[in-house]
């Protein structure tokens, strides 16, 4: 079997176009046995009791997966064998998010969504995009999506969506997935209005740049605001620069609501220009070793005043180590909400014959103490629940919170 696995788990150069999915049943069940296979050997944490019995439990649905209207329906099919590890990094991907991947551009409605107050709400509206042209403000409540009324949407979609590190993870999957669609694809929406009146529109998916951002502001109080992304080196530069040449503050508050990750380095970067020297941040165990690897970070000129960081469901994996190495430390105050609960550690994606690949967590990681936040999430210090108040009126709960804790602690 090892080296079947080995014939089929191409390091594949990257190509300009997206592979058809394989179509024929017989390379789909050797891709099935290559990618629960290749999982099973290389997976840091032991399986559950049900792993062995995944590849049957999912092997009708990956034979038949059809080809159109989503060519992405056979690696999805794929990537819900991979959830049965119930581990966020632990994915297959299809050609379609490399792609995606490679040129920082995505499918947008215009908007997001989010469950406030047990409603499916506008989250942030795109300024000059369709939906803001139609008469959509953040605050207004989702009635229905296709002409089914939203919570039943929402409801099967959740029920279809692989299983992941954390309840909160499996619906940032689900929720991601509902938005996404092909270009040019059209939805029919109902919404109610701030004035409690219905409003109706079709509004189409376009293509939109997403690439790593940050940014910095200093509100009238002297707080600092430093927020971004992603943890991606193309802006590592920039941030590093900003910590090293901060204005005199009141205090910082990192802004890490919504930021998913990304390199592990990066995070130790920037933590050394928020931690005093030679701090232990991280430990840090591969597959099949007993050994404990420590991670240090901070330095001489790091920054030294008051400090708070702002999490949420979807702050992941860097996200999460920087916010739970600075709370650990006892450097900053967290507030938010639980982060997502998905810290683990890929070593390299293996390349998937047809165009897809499979990322594996081969690392487990923890903070100093030997907490591990994988399957479990950040506890903030201070829980900031959202309301639909706050949000129709554009007022941000999180960052009211830690400016006012800061401006007590001076």
């Not at 409605?109 to 000059?128: D, K, M, N, S, Y």
């Not at 790593?212 to 620069?241: C, H, K, M, Y």
């Not at 979807?314 to 998905?342: F, Y």
């Not at 081969?362 to 959202?386: K, N, T």
């Amino acid at each position: 079997m090892r080296a079947l696995l080995g014939a089929a788990l191409l390091l594949l150069a990257g190509c300009a176009g997206i592979a058809p999915a394989p179509g024929d049943a017989a390379t789909r069940a050797v891709l099935l046995d290559q990618v629960w296979q290749a999982i099973d050997e290389r997976h840091v944490d032991p399986a559950p009791p049900d792993w062995p019995l995944a590849r049957e439990r999912h092997r009708a649905e990956v034979l038949a997966a059809p080809d159109q209207p989503d060519p992405e329906a056979f690696w999805q099919a794929l990537d819900r064998v991979a959830g049965e590890r119930h581990d966020a990094h632990t994915r297959v991907e299809g050609p379609r998010d490399e792609r995606r991947r490679v040129a920082d551009r995505g499918p947008t409605l215009g908007f997001t969504l989010a469950h406030i107050e047990g409603q499916w709400v506008a989250e942030r509206v795109q300024p000059g995009s369709a939906a803001a042209a139609a008469g959509l403000h953040p605050g207004m409540r989702l009635l229905s999506w296709q002409g089914r009324a939203a919570e039943a949407e929402w409801a099967e979609r959740l029920a279809r969506t692989r299983q992941s590190s954390t309840p909160q993870a499996r619906a940032l999957t689900a929720l991601r997935q509902w938005l996404d669609g092909p270009p040019g694809s059209r939805v029919q929406l109902r919404w109610q209005g701030l004035d409690g009146q219905p409003l109706d529109m079709e509004l189409e998916r376009v293509e939109q740049d997403l690439p790593p951002r940050w940014s910095f502001e200093q509100r009238p109080s002297g707080v600092g605001v430093l927020r971004w992304n992603r943890f991606d080196t193309r802006i590592q530069g920039a941030l590093l620069e900003t910590l090293r040449h901060l204005p005199p503050l009141t205090g910082l508050v990192l802004d890490l609501r919504g930021n998913g990750g990304g390199n592990f380095d990066m995070t130790r970067r920037l933590l050394d220009q928020l931690l005093p020297e030679n701090q232990t941040v991280q430990l840090t165990r591969l597959r099949g070793s007993q050994r404990v690897q420590l991670h240090r970070a901070g330095g001489p000129g790091a920054y030294a005043g008051p400090l708070r960081v702002l999490v949420d469901a979807a702050s992941a994996s860097g996200s999460e180590m920087l916010a739970g190495a600075l709370q650990h430390a006892g450097r900053a105050r967290v507030l938010g909400e639980t982060s997502c609960g998905c810290l683990l550690g890929i070593q390299r994606y293996l390349e998937l014959a047809g165009g897809g690949r499979l990322a594996v967590s081969e690392r487990a990681l923890a903070l100093p103490d030997g907490r591990r936040l994988e399957g479990i999430g950040l506890q903030p210090d201070r829980v900031v629940a959202r309301t639909l108040e706050a949000l129709r009126a554009g007022r941000d709960e999180g960052l009211e919170a830690a400016e006012q804790e800061l401006s007590v602690s001076r």
